[in-house]
């Protein structure tokens, strides 16, 4: 907490959300044209592979082995492989096959950051989310649904590129789904 002239100014959690598995069918059963498909498709595939906005408009073909994505990371530097194909259904390669297999293709004038986001929140408005909904939301999304599934959180975390296994924490938000699953409940 920081104190100024006596005011206390408190510290604000930010409450980071996701899309459930059933809400990530349903955009991918949106029927859209031309930059709105390319808009939930971008956003889709960030959603299978963690990639952040600005790794993925920098994502080249060259960064395409085998089946793996293997790109440093924009904002820190870190170096991550993301399977293509064994995680999600191979969705992410599915996608990207749409587009020649090319993530130029799939980027191509989707528009910058912000201009992405207010057509993003224009096709999940439906969905009545109970959080603001942005390209980050895909992080949050790949992570809590590979949790879900019950994929160890260290793998998580070299996905998506951070050093603390903390900050991967954050990504992967606790639900009672989760908690069930790791509990084996029913």
């Given at each position: 907490?920081?104190?100024?002239?006596?005011?206390q100014?408190?510290?604000?959690?930010?409450k980071?959300?996701?899309?459930?598995?059933?809400?990530?069918?349903?955009?991918?059963?949106?029927?859209?044209k031309?930059?709105?498909?390319?808009?939930?498709?971008?956003?889709?595939?960030?959603?299978?592979?963690?990639?952040?906005f600005?790794?993925?408009v920098?994502?080249?073909k060259?960064h395409?082995?085998?089946?793996?994505?293997?790109?440093?990371?924009?904002?820190?530097?870190?170096?991550?492989?993301?399977?293509l194909?064994?995680?999600?259904r191979?969705?992410?390669?599915?996608?990207?096959?749409?587009?020649?297999?090319?993530?130029?293709?799939?980027?191509?004038?989707?528009?910058n950051?912000?201009?992405?986001?207010?057509?993003?929140?224009?096709?999940?408005?439906?969905?009545?989310?109970?959080?603001?909904?942005?390209?980050?939301?895909?992080?949050?999304?790949?992570?809590?649904?590979?949790?879900?599934q019950?994929?160890?959180?260290?793998?998580?975390?070299?996905?998506?590129?951070?050093r603390?296994?903390?900050t991967?924490q954050?990504?992967?938000?606790?639900?009672?789904?989760?908690?069930?699953?790791?509990?084996?409940?029913?």
């Amino acid at each position: 907490r920081i104190r100024f002239d006596g005011y206390q100014i408190g510290r604000m959690e930010a409450k980071h959300g996701y899309l459930t598995a059933t809400q990530v069918l349903q955009m991918e059963r949106l029927e859209l044209k031309d930059r709105k498909e390319r808009v939930r498709d971008s956003f889709l595939f960030c959603c299978y592979t963690g990639l952040r906005f600005s790794d993925l408009v920098t994502l080249r073909k060259e960064h395409i082995e085998r089946g793996w994505i293997v790109k440093e990371m924009v904002k820190t530097g870190f170096k991550v492989e993301v399977p293509l194909t064994g995680i999600f259904r191979g969705k992410a390669q599915t996608l990207l096959n749409h587009y020649d297999g090319d993530p130029e293709r799939l980027t191509h004038r989707i528009g910058n950051n912000s201009a992405v986001n207010a057509t993003l929140r224009e096709l999940i408005e439906p969905f009545n989310l109970t959080f603001k909904a942005t390209f980050h939301t895909s992080r949050h999304t790949f992570a809590t649904l590979l949790l879900q599934q019950g994929t160890p959180i260290e793998a998580i975390q070299q996905m998506l590129g951070h050093r603390k296994i903390e900050t991967t924490q954050i990504y992967g938000e606790r639900d009672r789904q989760t908690l069930k699953q790791q509990l084996k409940l029913k």
